[in-house]
């Protein structure tokens, strides 16, 4: 394929944007070469400014369930912008919207719309730690909870040691207080639960991972999890940003039949408009301003727009009661077909799914948490992600990356992309 205006694009980018992107991931880094500049999408496809189409895979990382430019979601945006695309006052459609949430999710009676997941997570967090009057959280490896300095923290030695910055510019005061703990491993969120007593506010989680690859949870993690929240007064945090109304409607709590105390919320239920949320009990949303003293604001929180696109997204999810099962379908056979074609050529590999949420990572051993995802071959990655790229398949630039599935994929799409898989496949 050729990229040559993408090539230009990225070169003008470059003078007036840091690292020509505005999100670092888009940069290639990992992966090297030069982005794709999109210019269009509908349904499964992807179009880039030279022209080239795309099965995508990566669906604005998430938000396409139902597939680009969702006919119902461009409908209602434009009506809506129609009469006016922001008031900082309320409106009537920020109540449906709240109320279709509540009625889907459990375990949740108040939604507070927020702007992105990094700011929903955020709100979250700050919400814990005024609910319990604690102030250390708990945290997973490998586990995105967005940009917030509360959440970029890399690990200490052990149980009782802080950990320490990953990034410049956030306070060896802020590292002390968050805990980072391994994915999948109970003993040792128990160790540092034991560690630090009384001190924890919340233990926030990926409950399905998609920041390392997809990595489900094992062997009744959550439920454990919920135990240690339970005797240590401690609120659990779901983080379903990637999850939340793509696994189940009412996301992992319904899954996996485990409730938290504070859910958060993006990608689907903005309909790919930039939207978060966070929901919980009457109990701890109380405490939230303007009724309790934990103060959360955002003038541009439950946009008409946004609102107006996640409330078309929220309703054809919830009615559609095969949507899931097919979408389940669709994944387990893209599955299969990758994992036939990787083992014909003998390419060192495991796959891990859940729902419409699937990796491939070249690594021989099961991928569980961040450390075993790490030791997946990256150089074999980079060439599969340009192999792919070349034959029309856009999959995440990283390894660490799930791959999201679209209802408007069409098994004939499927097939392309394991054909795809299997050409790409005799190179590695």
Known sequence: MLYQRSSALFKDAEQVIPGGVNSPVRAFKAVGGTPIFAKSAKGAYVYDEDDNRYIDYINSWGPM??????????????AKAKQGTSFGMPTEIETKIAELAVSMVPNIDKIRFVNSGTEACMSAVRLARGYTGKEKIIKFAGCYHGHSDAFLIQAGSGAVTFGSPNSPGVTQGTAKDTLLATY???????ALVDANKGEIACIIIEPVAGNMGCVPPKNNFLKALRTIC???DILLIFDEVMTGFRLAKGGVQELYNVDADIVCFGKVVGGGLPVGAFAARN??????APLGNVYQAGTLSGNPLAMAAGLAMLTSINSDQDLFKRLADKTKYLHEGCANALNKYHVVHTINRKGSMISIHFAE????????AAKGNNETFKAFFHGMLNEGIYIAPSAFETWFITDALSYEDLDETIRAVEKVAQTL
Do not use: C, K, R, T
Not at 184 to 190: F, M, T
């Open 65 to 78: 369930l139902l597939g680009h430019a969702y006919q119902p979601v461009v409908d209602a945006v434009i």
């Open 184 to 190: 999948n491993d109970i003993d040792n969120v128990n």
């Open 230 to 232: 339970d005797q240590n």
């Open 283 to 288: 109990e701890i949303m109380s405490h939230l």
């Open 365 to 372: 051993d099961e991928v569980v948490d961040f450390d075993s």
